[in-house]
């Protein structure tokens, strides 16, 4: 290991003091060597900002403390130094990119002067030398015209283009080694893709090593050569990529890959990890995922596993790794999580519960001081689609598309400009007032941020029947009350937590209750808006099967709106993708996944971190952002990004072509193959 | 015999106490109310804080409880009329402070005036001499020798029943504490002296030391002295400095009540409906707020001074005079005051309504009064409790301002403002008379700085930044 470029060993972090404090890292030991990638993955709350944070002595003061360890790079002691010490490892030897690109830069400094300051401290150039390198660094991190951009403000940049900013900012310390916290988890899957192929090819250029902090096990398999998998603030596993892929051996690491939803998987139900991360302001006496784990013994609870080396800079933290035990039956028994009974996919053939026929939504632009209407912002611009009775339409896109719009438009939460929405052969856009208020109860709403979707002031009870007073459902206090109780139990919450607050609730707890809430008013239609997004992979697939279930029991409708595409794959029957305002392809699932028509589907397909890479389509990469729907391109909106466009593609809008009878596409290249068939 | 009189600002200081004691009791059942609240009362300064307030309140609230004395019944008369002197539960407690008048200016703990007089003795000499006091110190027959003696005498009378007072509070708290707590009565004890108990119970019984020697000493000198001298007329300042509480009270807690509906209700409107509602609220109150508020109370002050002077006979006493004069001013400081905290709600409540749950209430059809009730108010609860409490102290320095340009209380209300607007002839004077102004400014400042502290603490304990971090 004398080629380690960092050497971590048993850092310990604690915040707080006193039998309250919280250890989000405990004992933490990993090297990473020159010019590898090496990542720390594991769900929210278990500790891996904190140990990015702790390797710079970044921790929130005066709080956070480093307890014990030792951090060394090429063998200098990090945590011996003096502060003015730690100045020029930070962003000089060791530099940092963090999660949110929006808010980690200076709205009222020029992006070049953020990226010139860097270079002042740690490289000591200034003016036009300075303006020099840093034209030279926005050019190297991909930005198109980097002498322009040079003085231009965040908030003309779109999501992508900070990010890169951010990593101009990181590289121009020259740093060797690169600390990459949830990168692209803030982007959509075409913008990630570009920044994870921007970081490989820099840290090929460079030879700079990479620590690379995720969630997503995708990201994980096209990036890392080395793998850690963290929970409740220790390391469990560590392997190199090909073998932790191949086979994972912790039973975390295990499951972590079984609650992947895809479509291989969508007969059945999702293994979960039931349960969520433990607290870590406790000490443990045993296993700290013992209670989530279904191959625990009793050994597990009593006893603490040690770390055990299976092979070359490979080891497990589990008892199952360790010879001197046997374990007990306990290896193979069917938990009540095991993938359950074939789940019937599809409703074909029944009847049509929602049509949404040329729908448009806009937004005036107000200018000036009269407000006059200057512009639109065409938000939804012209979306037909339409939902049959038990069956789930998937909407898919990338953000600013239009797909919320989209949904909110068919719940009537927005004013429609144009177009009908049809349900259940009522028309919705005409309906004002009561007439309208009444219909409510037939299609609800699931958001993606379970924080911000339950008043913080309202109990659990008042929540859930809120809905019911209003659409006056269940005659007396003690019906709504029952029905409430049923509720929870039916979304696998005990009916005692009714008259709890919200914030007593985890995440995925949270989401039930909301699924609780839309069916208190017994919906047909339910709109979920990303209701996963926000939710750690275990819980997603808890939440997953959940309304699998309940489509099944209650025969549901589902809106998923979504930019997870393994997501659909697994719980929608058809599909259709959005682009600016747009549908361009639909389809049943099968079809649009598996042969993708469209180039934009094709693109987000293949931008998609696969989690076995030996498996990976040709990538396809999109140049630049997704327009503003306030002036959108002429002629089809994708034809600046599209790799195949043809001349007439700027003229006019593609036409609807149907290469199928259940599918449809928006696109030249389709319609001309099918007028030459013709 | 005597006749309850209820001033307005009495009938409507009851009616807050009474909706704070409601919202007390409905917090006591609502976890997220009750949960910063207990923030609160863990912090010293702000327990501190509220000993001093409670103190102030109580001296208010005995203010308010206004009645008539009868006059002895003369013959053949069958009514029984009631004399035209308003007093107050307060006034009769401080009893002999009110009437013992002496003739004009003396110093604190003096025995004889501030100003030299010509005195005719009794075989017709007359002499220019500083006169001996009425009241103050009259007991003594040679006051040079003996003042000093018979200050250190009562004191040391005032410093033991303070002690024996303050051990009753301590052992009554013990006692109440130990059966919360299911220990035994020293344990209690123990607990509360050594400063550990959750509820900071030592702080607050240290603060009240200081106002129980405070108040005993008050009892025992002023009975025989002017503890801080007297005003131009002859009457005594401590009893003018603790009248003036009550005043400062009413201004700053009804001009909130006058405040909030404004603010609350217009700030919501704006935010919620936004389109022309929020234009015209807008519109209403930056044009309200780019009128200088000092000319606007004092043309509204001036308007209604006229038409009470032209009206005499709507007013039995004097007392109700100048109590609808301070009812108005509460009214007209509240109107011109509610913009800020109008603007404020409704940029809250313009980021509140794009959340999630408010959009899925609409979802559910819920109507949209009850989605400003339910959804909106509750959660803008907290900037409402923070803007009050802050305000609050603004408020009571604000009377002293008006009344010292003249546009304020009623001259005949005894109020800080009005005795810092006196004292403005009374420190141009040779030698010059400091204790009005002394007294009024160590008043106020006592209890400005303690509203101040406590609505630092209650901002920290609702703003859930600061929570999270905790």
């Known amino acids: 290991m004398s080629d380690a470029l960092l050497q971590v060993r048993d850092l310990s972090v604690w915040i707080g003091s006193g039998a309250g404090a919280i250890r989000p890292v405990d004992a933490v030991s990993f090297h990473i060597r020159r010019g590898e990638t090496f990542a720390l993955l594991g769900e929210s709350g278990c500790g891996k900002s904190m140990t990015a944070l702790a390797l710079l002595r970044l921790l929130p003061q005066p709080a956070g403390e480093i307890i014990g360890g030792s951090v060394q790079l090429h063998g200098e002691e990090l945590l011996a130094l003096p502060e003015t010490g730690m100045r020029s490892i930070r962003g000089g030897r060791i530099a940092m990119i963090f999660q949110e690109p929006m808010t980690s830069l200076n709205p009222v400094m020029t992006v070049g002067a953020q990226i010139a300051e860097s270079l002042e401290q740690h490289k000591g150039l200034r003016g036009s030398q300075a303006q020099r390198r840093v034209i030279e660094l926005l050019d190297d991190v991909g930005i198109p015209d980097a002498a322009r951009r040079y003085g231009e403000y965040p908030h003309q940049l779109s999501g992508g283009m900070k990010q890169r900013v951010m990593i101009a900012i990181a590289l121009a310390g020259d740093p060797e080694l690169l600390i990459a916290d949830e990168p692209t988890t803030a982007l959509d899957v075409t913008i990630q893709a570009q920044v994870l192929d921007l970081i490989r090819r820099l840290q090929e250029k460079r030879g700079m090593a990479v620590l690379l902090i995720t969630h997503d096990l995708g990201v994980v398999s096209e990036m890392a050569d080395r793998i850690a998998v963290m929970y409740a603030g220790q390391l469990v596993e560590q392997a190199p990529r090909n073998v932790f892929f191949g086979h ?151 953000s600013g598309c239009g797909k919320t719009t989209v949904g909110k438009g068919i719940l009537q939460l927005l004013d429609t400009t144009a177009g009908s929405v049809r349900f259940d052969s009522v028309e919705l856009t005409q309906l004002r007032g009561e007439a309208l208020r009444s219909r409510r109860s037939d299609f609800q709403i699931i958001f993606q941020d379970p924080y911000s979707s339950m008043n913080p002031r309202m109990r659990i009870v008042d929540i859930i029947e809120e809905g019911m007073i209003a659409q006056r459902i269940g005659s007396s206090a003690q019906q709504r009350r029952q029905r409430a109780q049923e509720l929870l139990r039916q979304v696998g919450l005990r009916p005692e937590h009714i008259h709890r607050y919200p914030h007593e609730f985890s995440g995925g707890q949270r989401q039930r209750i909301c699924i609780a809430r839309a069916l208190a008013v017994e919906p047909k239609l339910i709109v979920c808006d990303e209701p996963t997004s926000a939710l750690d992979v275990s819980v997603q697939a808890q939440i997953l099967n959940l309304l699998r279930d309940l489509q099944r029991e209650l025969g549901l409708s589902f809106l998923f709106i979504t930019h997870d595409l393994s997501v659909v794959s697994y719980i929608a029957d058809r599909v ?10 639909e389809g049943e699932v099968s079809e649009v996944l598996e042969d993708p028509a469209h180039p934009y589907t094709r693109a987000l397909l293949s931008a998609v971190p696969q989690v076995n890479r030996d498996e990976r389509r040709e990538k396809i990469h999109l140049e630049g952002d997704l327009p503003s729907p306030s002036s959108p391109p002429q002629g089809c909106h994708f034809h600046p990004r599209c790799p195949q466009a043809l001349p007439e593609c700027a003229l006019r809008y593609p036409p609807v072509t149907h290469p199928s009878a259940t599918r449809m596409v928006r696109c030249h290249l389709v319609s001309d193959a099918a007028a030459e068939r013709a | 015999m005597i006749q309850p009189v209820l001033l307005w600002t009495d009938a409507l200081i009851f009616v807050l106490l009474v909706v704070v004691l409601v919202f007390a009791w409905v917090a006591r059942g609502r976890e997220h109310l009750r949960a910063p609240w207990r923030e609160v009362v863990r912090s010293r300064i702000a327990v501190a804080s509220l000993v001093v307030l409670g103190v102030y309140t109580v001296t208010g609230l005995l203010d308010s409880v206004h009645y008539r004395k009868a006059l002895p019944t003369q013959d053949g008369q069958q009514e029984t009329q009631y004399s035209g002197d308003v007093l107050s539960l307060l006034d009769t407690l401080l009893g002999p402070l009110r009437t013992q008048e002496e003739k004009t200016y003396s110093a604190p703990f003096a025995t004889q005036l501030y100003a030299k007089e010509t005195v005719s003795g009794p075989d017709g000499t007359q002499t220019r001499m500083f006169p001996r006091l009425k009241y103050g110190g009259a007991h003594l027959s040679d006051p040079a020798s003996q003042k000093g003696a018979d200050i250190a005498r009562r004191s040391a009378l005032a410093l033991a029943e303070a002690v024996a007072v303050l051990l009753l509070l301590y052992g009554l708290l013990g006692l109440r504490l130990a059966r919360k707590w299911r220990r035994s009565w020293r344990a209690a004890m123990g607990t509360i002296a050594s400063g550990k108990a959750e509820v900071p119970w030592r702080t607050a019984l240290l603060t009240l030391a200081v106002f129980v020697l405070l108040i005993t000493l008050m009892i025992n000198l002023s009975a025989a002295y002017h503890v801080l001298g007297t005003d131009k007329v002859g009457q005594d300042v401590l009893y003018q400095t603790i009248k003036s509480i009550r005043t400062g009270l009413v201004i700053g807690t009804l001009t909130t009540l006058v405040m909030l509906p404004f603010a609350v209700f217009l700030g919501m409107m704006a935010g919620y409906f936004r389109g022309w509602v929020d234009d015209v609220i807008q519109y209403l109150y930056t044009t309200l707020n780019s009128i200088p508020g000092v000319l606007l109370i004092a043309a509204a002050v001036l308007m209604m001074q006229v038409y009470m002077a032209n009206h005499p006979e709507l007013f039995e006493t004097m007392a109700e005079r100048a109590d609808l004069r301070l009812l108005f001013l509460c009214l007209i400081l509240g109107i011109t005051s509610w913009t800020g905290l109008c603007r404020l709600l409704r940029g809250e409540t313009l980021k509140l309504r794009e959340l999630d749950y408010v959009q899925a209430a609409d979802a559910f059809g819920v109507s949209k009064s009850s989605i400003l009730l339910r959804h909106l108010l509750p959660n803008l609860m907290h900037l409402v409790m923070i803007a009050v409490v802050i305000d609050f102290s603004g408020l009571v320095l604000a009377e002293a301002v008006l009344s010292y340009v003249g546009v304020g209380v009623d001259p005949t209300t005894q109020s800080w403002g009005n005795m810092i607007n006196r004292a403005r002839l009374e420190m141009a004077r040779e030698p010059m008379v400091w204790w009005s102004l002394l007294a009024a400014f160590s008043f106020m400042f006592v209890l400005v700085l303690a509203a101040n502290l406590f609505s630092d603490a209650v901002r920290d304990a609702f703003d859930p930044r600061l929570r999270a971090q905790r």
């Open chain 1, 248 to 398: 994972a051996q912790h039973p975390y690491s295990d499951r972590l890959f079984a609650a992947l939803p895809d479509s291989s998987k969508r007969t059945q139900r999702l293994t979960v990890i039931p349960g969520t991360v433990p607290p870590l302001n406790q000490t443990f006496h045993g296993c700290r995922f013992a209670d989530r784990c279904e191959r625990a013994w009793d050994t597990c609870r009593s006893q603490v596993p040690d770390w055990f080396d299976t092979g070359v800079e490979q080891g497990v933290r589990c008892h199952l790794a360790d010879a001197t035990l046997t374990p007990a039956a306990a290896q193979g028994v069917a938990g009540a999580d095991e993938p359950g009974p074939a789940v019937q996919a599809g409703g074909a053939g029944k009847e049509t519960l929602l049509k949404v026929d040329d729908l448009k939504v806009h937004f005036p632009i107000h200018r000036g001081f009269f407000k006059r209407v200057v512009g639109q912002v065409r938000a939804v611009d012209g979306v037909s689609l339409s939902i049959n009775e038990g069956q789930t339409l998937a909407l898919v896109g990338e």
């Open chain 1, 576 to 585: 259709a993708v959005m682009y600016l305002g747009r549908i361009v392809e």
